[in-house]
C-alpha cells in the first residue's frame, strides 16, 4: 500500500526518510505541543512523533534554493500517550509538507490546500474506493474561506471522494491556521488523516509570509479499515 502511494505523489515532491530520532525540542519546538508527549531520550535527542515537524525544519533548510518545498515521508512514530486500550502508541504515518510565500488574497493557501486535498483524493480513489471515503475540509479564515467557495469546491465536483465543509471542527483549532482539512472512511466512522496550515516554516525562516500546508495519513489504519488489504491488489 505504501508503494503504491510513493507511486502516486506528484513528481515534484521530494521524498525524505527521516531518522528515527531528532534533536531534542524539535517537535514542542515547532508546534504546540507538550514535551511530555514526546519520547525524550538522555542524549540530547527524542524519538520522531510526527513527521511533519521534522520536514518542516528540512523544508525550511531547502527553501533558499526555491521558491517552493513539497517533500514527503513514511514513518513509524511513536508517542507517550495513552491512546486507550485498542490503540498503538506508535504507528506509521504518510506526511506531507508543502511551503512557499504568500501572494495575498488566500490564493497561496488555496493553490496548497487543493494539491494536497487532490492528492489524497486520488490515494483514496485508488486504494480505498469501497470503503466510503471522505474529505472534509474546515476554513478557519474568513479570506481562505471565500477561496474554498470559489477555487477549492468547484475542482472536486461529482468526485467519488466527496469533499465537505465541516464549519463545526473544534479539534486543532490554535494549531492549525487558515484552513483545516480531515480524512475518513466508512461514511466518517473512522478517521484516517488530518492536516492544516501551520506557521512552522515562517516562524522557523523569519517571515511572516511562509505558507505551510501539512498532512498526514496512518498508513496501518487505512489498510486496515479498506477490503484492498483483503485481497492483496
Not at 492536516?195 to 505558507?211: M, P, S, V
Request: glycine share 8%.
Amino acid at each position: 500500500m505504501e508503494g503504491r502511494i510513493w507511486s502516486l505523489l506528484p513528481p515534484d515532491v521530494a521524498g525524505v526518510e527521516l531518522s528515527p530520532v531528532a534533536p531534542l525540542g524539535t517537535c514542542a519546538a515547532v508546534a504546540p505541543i507538550s514535551q511530555h508527549r514526546i519520547v525524550s531520550t538522555m542524549r540530547g535527542t527524542e524519538v520522531v512523533s510526527d513527521p511533519t515537524n521534522a520536514l518542516a525544519v528540512e523544508a525550511a533548510a531547502r527553501r533558499s534554493q526555491a521558491d517552493e518545498v513539497h517533500l514527503a515521508a513514511m514513518h513509524r512514530v511513536l508517542r507517550a500517550q495513552d491512546f486507550g486500550p485498542d490503540a498503538s502508541t506508535h504507528f506509521r504515518l504518510c506526511a506531507l509538507l508543502s511551503t512557499t510565500r504568500d501572494t495575498g488574497s488566500g490564493r497561496t493557501e488555496a493553490r496548497l490546500l487543493l494539491r494536497h486535498l487532490t492528492f489524497w483524493r486520488t490515494v483514496l480513489a485508488e486504494l480505498a474506493p469501497a470503503a466510503a471515503p471522505r474529505l472534509h475540509v474546515t476554513a478557519l479564515d474568513p479570506i481562505v474561506g471565500e477561496r474554498l467557495h470559489d477555487t477549492v469546491r468547484p475542482a472536486f465536483g461529482d468526485s467519488l471522494v466527496p469533499l465537505h465543509d465541516e464549519p463545526e471542527r473544534k479539534r486543532g483549532r490554535g494549531y492549525y491556521r487558515g484552513a483545516a482539512l480531515r480524512v475518513s472512511l466508512h461514511d466518517d466512522k473512522w478517521d484516517v488523516g488530518d492536516g492544516g496550515f501551520t506557521d512552522w516554516t515562517a516562524r522557523l525562516l523569519g517571515d511572516a509570509k511562509e505558507r505551510c500546508l501539512i498532512s498526514c495519513l496512518a498508513t496501518e489504519r487505512l489498510a486496515d479499515l479498506t477490503p484492498w488489504s483483503d485481497g492483496g491488489r
